[in-house]
């Protein structure tokens, strides 16, 4: 399996989870970015997800290996949903797997920072009142 | 020359379609936006774009070939 | 359930994730600690954990409280395992709902880190070859 | 006075035994191990060790009371 991967289907994360597992591995660290029912100050209840998929995985794939050239790690996963997303679903999943914890948290921290600034991936806001929007962040 | 356009995220709102095919004189990636912006009425200056050649990201001042796919990127919002 | 425990049985950690979903939470960060096959240089077949259990769950609640005045989070939970355990059992687990990324890895870091260096567990270290050692690593 | 003591890790080792009852003419913590390092060769001294008192992190300068639980902690090593 890809390190990155981009999924139409709800992120199947205990398969993930298990992929990380290696004998030398004291140490795993997952993030999950799940939707949440609010954003500045706004009620949501959806999220949709669109995606430049060749990019986002060739952008995704550079970003993990980033990662492993700055941190000493085992493995690492890193999967971003795109479509519809209830409240509650799993929009990014991200895991890393290490000898040491620091190591871990900072290689997780770094996916996924890099992962959201960088990766062509675009959220479409649904909310209780009013119509949908595009986020566009670095341009406000 | 032909290129194929991708759309994305609220630009796909404002061209009003995912992809098109257009043909222009534009020879670099700066004056087929410019062309294309004005067409479609897009808000974004170029400073808030990133644009992609053919599935890999590029400058500005990139020449086009017949053919290439080009694609310019409103700010992300993925996680 | 508690936000800190000691368990002697293996830790669910489905379950325990399963307890940080919140709808206001955009993040989850989840550290485990598993048992590695080597540990300074020397081939390790298992590990086993004492607690002076009282105590190790009173400071263990004391560090979830400092987390959470410290760091803008929803839920955190942390548990550590006692008794023996085989490679690649988790032996500490730690889990952090927040709204935003950035507090939920910071207090998840912050658990960790803590619970490592205050609250009274000890691990003793079965080799491969030679007799198994607990592990006094201030002592140095 | 009597004093219930629990050993934990290297110090349980060496104690031979996870806890005890002793009776003692050490009335506060730092007299009291001094008193029981001696009697089973703890090689820890004060600066490497945590006392509690009654299941609560104390200071060596503790004064202790009848039936006290005392415990002093070697370095910790969870995780």
Same mark, same amino acid.
């Given at each position: 399996?890809?390190?990155?991967?981009? #999924?139409?289907t709800?992120?199947?994360?205990?398969?993930?989870r298990?992929?990380l597992?290696s004998?030398?591995?004291g140490?795993?660290?997952?993030?999950?970015?799940?939707?949440?029912?609010h954003n500045?100050?706004?009620?949501?209840d959806?999220?949709?997800y669109?995606?430049?998929?060749?990019l986002a995985?060739?952008?995704?794939?550079?970003?993990v290996?980033?990662a492993r050239?700055?941190? #000493?790690?085992?493995?690492i996963?890193c999967?971003?949903?795109?479509?519809?997303?209830?409240?509650?679903?799993?929009?990014?999943?991200?895991?890393? #797997?290490?000898?040491h914890?620091?190591a871990?948290?900072?290689a997780?921290r770094y996916?996924?920072?890099e992962?959201?600034?960088?990766?062509?991936?675009?959220?479409?806001e649904?909310?209780?009142?009013?119509?949908?929007?595009?986020?566009?962040p670095?341009?406000? | 020359?032909?290129?194929?356009?991708?759309?994305?995220?609220?630009?796909?709102?404002?061209a009003?379609c995912?992809?098109?095919?257009?043909s222009s004189?534009a020879?670099?990636v700066?004056?087929?936006?410019?062309?294309?912006?004005?067409?479609?009425?897009?808000?974004f200056?170029?400073e808030?774009?990133?644009?992609?050649v053919?599935?890999?990201?590029?400058?500005?001042?990139?020449?086009?070939?017949?053919?290439?796919?080009v694609v310019?990127?409103?700010?992300?919002?993925?996680?």
């Amino acid at each position: 399996m890809e390190a990155f991967g981009i #999924s139409a289907t709800p992120i199947a994360v205990d398969a993930l989870r298990r992929e990380l597992e290696s004998a030398g591995a004291g140490a795993v660290v997952c993030f999950e970015g799940r939707v949440r029912d609010h954003n500045d100050g706004r009620a949501v209840d959806g999220l949709t997800y669109q995606a430049y998929v060749e990019l986002a995985k060739a952008e995704g794939a550079c970003i993990v290996a980033e990662a492993r050239a700055r941190f #000493s790690v085992e493995r690492i996963v890193c999967v971003h949903r795109v479509g519809d997303l209830a409240l509650g679903e799993v929009a990014v999943w991200t895991g890393v #797997s290490a000898g040491h914890r620091g190591a871990a948290f900072d290689a997780c921290r770094y996916v996924i920072d890099e992962v959201k600034a960088r990766v062509p991936i675009w959220k479409r806001e649904h909310y209780v009142e009013g119509a949908p929007e595009w986020l566009h962040p670095a341009a406000r | 020359m032909n290129y194929k356009l991708l759309y994305f995220a609220s630009l796909c709102d404002a061209a009003g379609c995912s992809e098109e095919a257009v043909s222009s004189a534009a020879c670099d990636v700066r004056s087929l936006y410019a062309e294309i912006a004005a067409r479609h009425g897009f808000s974004f200056t170029p400073e808030h774009l990133r644009v992609a050649v053919n599935g890999a990201f590029t400058d500005w001042e990139q020449r086009l070939a017949n053919n290439d796919e080009v694609v310019f990127l409103p700010p992300v919002s993925g996680g």
